[in-house]
């Protein structure tokens, strides 16, 4: 069970993870069905698997004031957290249940981040395996807004996400530290090592690069770092790198000194080959990963990443380490005077998929 269509690679990292968890299992000989959570309703394949969905669920409701309202009307009666209740409110909701509980007769499910396991539980389906992207509640003490918190977000989804994370017959993280929080707080969880498809003759060029959707919170807050301190202590370094920003809102920076924003780019190809540096300033509570961090791997680029999101993956990957933004700026430094030299093809060459298929059939 996957979030999106797998094709929708716009949408963000979850279904980045999704595409290369599919390519993994069939690689590995496993018949594959996809069932969406968000529509369109509909039969079609990808990656040579049939992918169905129905109901038309809503993934994002922010900027709808009517869905909302209704949102919040439905917690104002229920337990539910927005996070459910943003899904659940929603009468494409029933029929998309109603889907999966038909795909899932005599078949082992796999769901992947909290909405396909929320659906499951909707469904009344067993699930062999459940990965989660991240720790929901993790995000919701350090991001939800003030109306949320004032409807009990912060109580509410550690409630659910507890209760549903008890459901799996077993929890996979796709973060190291994610693991260990879940095995403390809610179920036993094993951290899924994840697969990276090197890009044949890669272009590394001189700019340091951002990616991502700018107004999901902590990219939000990861642009607000990169353009404000990580940009002035680079200016009074006297480091003339130029920036390239890319992702679906990044296109409102255009004019900011020394820097490009493409906006939402119809590939991540043409955003990769335009730098040389990743960089992902994601301080503060840290859950999940980045999949930026993996996916510039694949375009043989090293990145700048917090400790936290280094130690998330794999502490001897291909990163430069920076804490804050005055260190964030000095590893720029160091790059852009060539300074430092960062093995990306012997990790990315280490990391074939092996280890996912491995892990991911010992438990089906």
């Keep these: 069970m996957t979030t999106y269509p797998l094709g929708r690679a716009?949408?963000?990292?979850?279904?980045?993870?999704?595409r290369r968890l599919v390519a993994?299992?069939?690689?590995?000989?496993?018949?594959?069905?996809?069932?969406?959570v968000t529509g369109p309703p509909g039969q079609w394949a990808e990656q040579e698997v049939v992918c169905r969905?129905?109901?038309?669920?809503?993934l994002e409701i922010r900027g709808d004031r009517a869905k909302l309202l209704r949102v919040a009307?439905?917690?104002?009666?229920?337990?539910?957290?927005?996070?459910?209740?943003?899904?659940?409110?929603?009468?494409?909701?029933?029929r998309a249940a109603a889907l999966l509980a038909e795909r899932a007769a005599g078949r082992r499910v796999v769901t992947s981040g909290w909405p396909g396991l929320l659906l499951a539980e909707a469904a009344g389906v067993p699930v062999a395996a459940h990965i989660a992207h991240n720790v929901e509640s993790t995000i919701a003490v350090e991001h939800s807004p003030r109306p949320l918190r004032l409807l009990g977000e912060t109580w509410r989804?550690?409630?659910?996400?507890?209760?549903?994370?008890?459901?799996?017959?077993?929890?996979?993280?796709?973060?190291r530290t994610d693991a260990e929080l879940i095995t403390r707080w809610a179920a036993p969880a094993t951290p899924l090592p994840l697969t990276v498809r090197p890009v044949p003759d890669p272009v590394a060029a001189q700019a340091v690069g951002f990616i991502g959707k700018a107004s999901w919170p902590p990219n939000e807050r990861a642009l607000a770092s990169l353009l404000g301190p990580v940009h002035e202590e680079l200016t009074r370094l006297a480091v003339d790198v130029k920036f390239v920003l890319a992702g679906s809102g990044t296109e409102v920076h255009q004019g900011h000194p020394r820097t490009t924003a493409l906006g939402r780019v119809a590939s991540e190809a043409e955003f990769y080959r335009q730098v040389g540096l990743v960089v992902v300033p994601r301080f503060g509570a840290s859950t999940g990963i980045s999949v930026k961090m993996l996916?510039?791997?694949?375009?043989?680029?090293p990145s700048v990443v917090p400790p936290q999101l280094a130690e998330a993956v794999d502490p001897a990957g291909p990163w430069l380490?920076?804490?804050?933004?005055?260190?964030?700026?000095?590893?720029?430094?160091?790059?852009?005077?060539?300074?430092?030299?960062?093995?990306v093809a012997a990790w990315t060459a280490a990391h074939d998929g092996t280890?996912?298929?491995?892990t991911l059939l010992a438990a089906l």
Excluded at 84 to 94: E, L, N
């Design 10 to 18: 716009e949408l963000g990292g979850s279904g980045w993870v999704d």
């Design 24 to 36: 993994v299992l069939r690689a590995a000989g496993v018949e594959v069905e996809v069932v969406c």
């Design 53 to 58: 969905a129905d109901g038309d669920v809503p």
């Design 73 to 94: 009307l439905g917690m104002a009666v229920t337990e539910q957290p927005y996070l459910s209740r943003k899904f659940t409110a929603f009468p494409g909701w029933r």
């Design 157 to 175: 989804l550690p409630k659910a996400e507890r209760r549903l994370l008890r459901l799996p017959r077993n929890v996979f993280a796709l973060s």
């Design 295 to 301: 996916e510039a791997a694949e375009y043989g680029l």
């Design 321 to 343: 380490l920076a804490n804050g933004p005055a260190e964030t700026a000095a590893a720029i430094r160091r790059w852009h005077r060539g300074e430092v030299e960062v093995d």
């Design 355 to 358: 280890d996912t298929a491995r």
